[in-house]
């Protein structure tokens, strides 16, 4: 099952070569292992908490990188500024399905010698110009957890342009173990188990349809939300092929009148729940509030988005006339 699920995997992501994990972080956590990296590494503050404890598992420290106002990703114009000696790789995640700023990070990476790793657990089959997103750079990550688009119970996937890649994340997802004679490295228990490859090739059958469900309501809800003034909804790119993993508003409280943590409380008394994606930012957690670089004054873009996030629900069970019943108490509560 493990080996039908890989093979339709790579297939589905476009990618050259897959190694699944028994869920994202420790896939993550071996990304950063076989690439050997050390010091720092630049990434974001704007993302689920695993993103930046993988780095803090492997030992090596983040530097925290403001965000771009217009994808929440992190800001490719902030991050040269923060590259020391010590610099060993950028750690990207393609927040909410937005697509990083891929060809100006990979020309970072390159000028500057730096491994670039995309966290994109939340990027299932996400395409630019019908290119597979786990095609760019040194690894990407997948997350399949329940809370993702594909999932297999829980679990997660690297992603590789090179097989050596494959191979060391094969060994060290395995104990290191090479045969049974030889152990070859410090590896871990990383593996997908039968039980989860078998839930992911069930859930595969009601993949298109689930994403087909999910175009519709992300359409209803641009159409019923579009003129609510100061509630702002991402445009996707024509080129891109989106993931329909989330749907993710920002409410500026200066133009709608309410901030988002009153819609957010609002919204729960009509029993609707919706989720602050992502507040806070990792760099406010204890662990990692006394780097420099966390300090609110270097992270501007990530606290006033952090502040004005807001994911609606968003799951193909959902039906039209809750979609206008959200959309509506959206609208009374501007109103109130
Ligand atoms: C879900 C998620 C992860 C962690 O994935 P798990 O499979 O739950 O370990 C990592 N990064 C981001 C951005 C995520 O949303």
Redesign the pocket.
């Known amino acids: 099952m493990h080996e039908q699920l890989e093979e339709k995997l790579k297939k589905i992501l476009k990618v050259k070569h897959i190694s699944l994990f028994n869920?994202?972080?420790?896939?993550?956590a071996v990304a950063l292992k076989i690439l050997n990296l050390t010091g720092e590494v630049i990434t974001t503050p704007f993302?689920?908490p695993?993103?930046v404890h993988?780095l803090s598992w492997n030992k090596l420290d983040p530097v925290f990188c403001d965000i771009d106002d217009q994808n929440m990703n992190i800001d490719v114009n902030c991050i040269e500024d923060l590259i020391s000696s010590k610099t060993s790789a950028i750690l990207a995640?393609h927040?909410f399905g937005q697509p990083c700023s891929i060809s100006e990070l990979i020309n970072i990476a390159n000028k500057y010698k730096l491994k670039l790793i995309f966290?994109a657990?939340?990027a299932f089959q996400l395409e630019i110009n019908g290119k597979g997103i786990g095609t760019y750079g040194d690894v990407s990550?997948f997350?399949?957890?329940p809370?993702?688009l594909f999932h297999t119970a829980?679990?997660?996937a690297l992603t590789f342009n090179i097989v050596e890649l494959k191979k060391r994340a094969d060994l060290y997802k395995n104990f290191g173990i090479l045969n049974e004679e030889e152990v070859v490295l410090p590896g871990i228990n990383g593996k997908m188990n039968e039980l989860q490859a078998a839930m992911g090739l069930a859930v595969l059958e009601i993949l298109d349809e689930e994403r087909k469900r999910r175009s519709e309501i992300d359409k209803l809800y641009r159409i019923e939300l579009f003129d609510l003034d100061g509630l702002y909804i991402y445009e996707i790119d024509e080129s891109v092929q989106p993931s329909y993993q989330y749907f993710v508003v920002r409410i500026d409280e200066k133009v709608f009148g309410k901030s988002r943590n009153y819609v957010y409380d609002s919204l729960k008394k009509y029993n609707v729940f919706s989720r602050k994606y992502f507040y806070p930012l990792c760099s406010e957690f204890n662990h990692y509030k006394n780097i420099q670089s966390a300090h609110k004054s270097n992270l501007p873009v990530a606290h006033l988005v952090a502040d004005e996030v807001l994911s609606l629900p968003f799951y193909g069970a959902l039906n039209n006339s809750d979609i206008k019943r959200i959309c509506n108490i959206l609208r009374k509560i501007k109103e109130e």
Request: aromatic content about 8%.
């Open positions: 869920n994202g972080t420790i896939a993550l993302t689920f695993a993103t993988a995640v927040v966290d657990a939340h990550m997350s399949f957890h809370t993702k829980e679990g997660g």
